[in-house]
């Protein structure tokens, strides 16, 4: 069973700088690494597939990097709106199966 | 623009069978590229992808309640459903409907905004 760690949980960050958020997977997953964004009362949104190609309409302060295992979320001149909950997912093909972490809270410092 | 939108009961009584409905709006639901799913978050807890299932029929669910749960398409009302059988207090959630992605870059590319669902008695 393929298990999705996330470091930190909770990562405290200025307005303007840049956070770096992690996330390990149990088995290698090539790239097969999606990242998304969470607030409360909207609907989730994805911005990062393919380890590092950002969904439409993503701005390009969002960047994805990794491979195998390791992988990286790379917000930089962070922004008020940024301030959420993120979440890395990977995907197996056989059987078909969704895994998420257990996220990474991003709070203003 | 697509918009994806559940709607069902906010709360729902212990071993009962919790009944929700997605309505899929801007996109059809008979696109071959596509699976069609359920997420849910449970209070303080992360994400967990219960299952998808294709305008076809055939269905995926994940292991930890392939055994309660039913999702299905109604093609001639663009919607689709989520059947959760046995529902215990661990099954308070925000379900969440979505459009699922299973080929290439595995990933799930839209969302609705989710129903909060509370099992108690």
């Known amino acids: 069973e393929m298990v999705m760690t996330q470091s930190p949980a909770t990562l405290s960050v200025s307005p303007g700088e840049r956070a770096t958020l992690s996330c390990r997977g149990s088995q290698s997953l090539s790239y097969n690494l999606a990242w998304y964004q969470l607030k409360p009362g909207q609907a989730p949104r994805l911005l990062i597939y393919g380890a590092s190609t950002r969904a439409t309409g993503v701005p390009p302060r969002f960047s994805g990097s990794g491979s195998g295992t390791e992988f990286t979320l790379t917000i930089s001149g962070l922004q008020s709106e940024d301030f959420a909950v993120y979440y890395c997912q990977q995907y197996n093909n056989w059987p078909p199966m969704y895994t998420f972490g257990q996220g990474t809270k991003l709070e203003i410092k | 623009q697509m918009q994806l939108q559940e709607s069902g009961p906010g709360l729902v009584k212990p071993s009962e069978t919790l009944s929700l409905t997605c309505l899929v709006s801007?996109?059809?639901?008979?696109?071959?590229?596509?699976?069609w799913g359920w997420i849910r978050q449970s209070p303080g807890k992360g994400l967990e992808w219960m299952g998808g299932v294709y305008y076809g029929g055939s269905a995926y669910y994940n292991p930890s309640v392939n055994s309660r749960v039913t999702i299905f398409v109604d093609m001639s009302k663009n919607q689709f459903y989520l059947k959760l059988t046995s529902l215990t207090a661990a099954d308070t959630a925000v379900y969440y409907c979505a459009r699922l992605v299973f080929s290439g870059f595995a990933r799930i590319d839209h969302w609705g905004q989710g129903i909060l669902v509370s099992v108690s008695s």
């Open positions: 801007g996109f059809s639901i008979d696109s071959n590229s596509y699976y």
